[in-house]
């Protein structure tokens, strides 16, 4: 499975201590759970959890934006903010982290404990919509979290689809702000106009439009295109739209998060949580563990998408697994592995019948 986008994914240019793999590859779990445990505590100070709410009039986010689109099989198209444009007009953004300044200043993809990524969209999401697409999973009246979410492609799929709610959470407030909640914006402004194409097309795929002469097809039946700005802005009040009211935008860190949310009454419980390339770091696990432990509903689901190891930051699937396997709470299971380059998988977490326990 080979990919084709219109930027760059740069090489991790972080430069944390790496784990020793050999463990992993000789099959020591012990040796590998230790190197878990001796990193799984906090690297930096906790990041207050804050609820954003979309601007009263939302529509000066999208003036004058680019975006691209990319369509997998019969999946409805995601449309997403252009992040070579976005990089070019950081200077123009709110930012009272900071992170647009340096990430730029240190050509890093990932600051640990100050930005975590959330502006890229990273290649395993891609692997997890293909795997939702061939699956064919629905998710009608469903509660969906977007774990990680950056972009948020993986919770806005899930709201075209018929989620009754959706939450979408990532570290960085300047992420959810400049980028998710536009980009919800973005596809909810661009749903009708999408499903009248779809009916005039009667093929369920939207129809794709060539912008500046070029078009950019990825292996397989995934495209994802450059777009000019929409040719007209709908009359309908964004903030008000079906589904933006299905929504909540969450920023901070996972134990904050997590305590935030459960002062809601009632407490949220999820059908589907979705988290893309977040185990990279092994000190993060106990957060994410408990923050899955509290927020699954009892029949719920956790798709995971990740690659084998993360060079230069310690973590990966195997190690993640055997967290999870000493822990006792969840059964892991291999639901696609690819085999190109570094290695991606696709994995499901649910909770252990007493049986499995």
């Not at 990825?218 to 009211?245: M, R, V, Y």
């Not at 592995?337 to 290695?343: K, N, R």
């Amino acid at each position: 499975m080979s990919f084709c986008f219109n930027f760059d994914l740069p090489a991790q240019t972080t430069d944390p201590e790496d784990v020793d793999g050999n463990e992993l590859q000789h099959g020591n779990k012990d040796h590998a759970a230790a190197s878990v445990e001796d990193g799984a505590k906090p690297a930096q100070p906790v990041k207050e959890a804050s609820e954003h709410f979309p601007a009263s009039d939302p529509q000066f986010l999208l003036m004058d934006a680019v975006f691209e689109t990319v369509t997998v099989g019969t999946l409805p198209p995601l449309h997403f903010l252009n992040e070579t444009v976005f990089e070019k007009t950081a200077s123009e953004r709110e930012d009272s982290e900071k992170i647009l300044s340096r990430t730029a200043e240190q050509k890093s993809d990932l600051i640990s404990g100050v930005y975590e990524g959330g502006l890229k969209v990273w290649e395993c999401t891609y692997d997890l919509l293909e795997l939702i697409e061939k699956d064919g999973e629905t998710f009608g009246g469903k509660a969906v979290l977007d774990l990680g979410c950056g972009a948020g492609l993986l919770g806005i799929l899930a709201l075209k689809r018929g989620a009754s709610q959706v939450h979408f959470q990532d570290y960085n407030s300047t992420v959810i702000e400049q980028l998710t909640v536009p980009n919800v914006m973005l596809n909810c402004q661009e749903d009708d106009e999408v499903d009248s194409e779809d009916d005039k097309e009667g093929s369920g795929k939207e129809k794709m439009k060539e912008e500046d002469g070029s078009k950019k097809k990825a292996k397989g039946q995934k495209e994802i295109t450059e777009n000019s700005p929409p040719p007209k802005k709908q009359a309908i009040d964004l903030a008000q739209h079906p589904l933006l009211t299905r929504c909540h935008f969450y920023s901070g860190d996972w134990s904050t998060f997590l305590t935030l949310v459960l002062k809601t009454d009632p407490p949220p419980k999820y059908d589907l949580i979705f988290t893309s390339e977040t185990i990279y770091n092994t000190a993060y696990y106990p957060a994410l563990h408990e923050t899955l432990h509290k927020l699954l509903a009892p029949d719920g689901l956790v798709y995971l998408a990740t690659k084998s190891h993360y060079f230069g930051v310690g973590g990966g699937l195997h190690l993640f697994e055997t967290f999870v396997e000493q822990r006792g709470v969840f059964s892991v299971d291999r639901l696609w592995d690819g085999e190109e380059g570094l290695q991606r998988h696709v994995v499901v977490l649910r909770f252990k019948k007493s049986k499995d326990a």
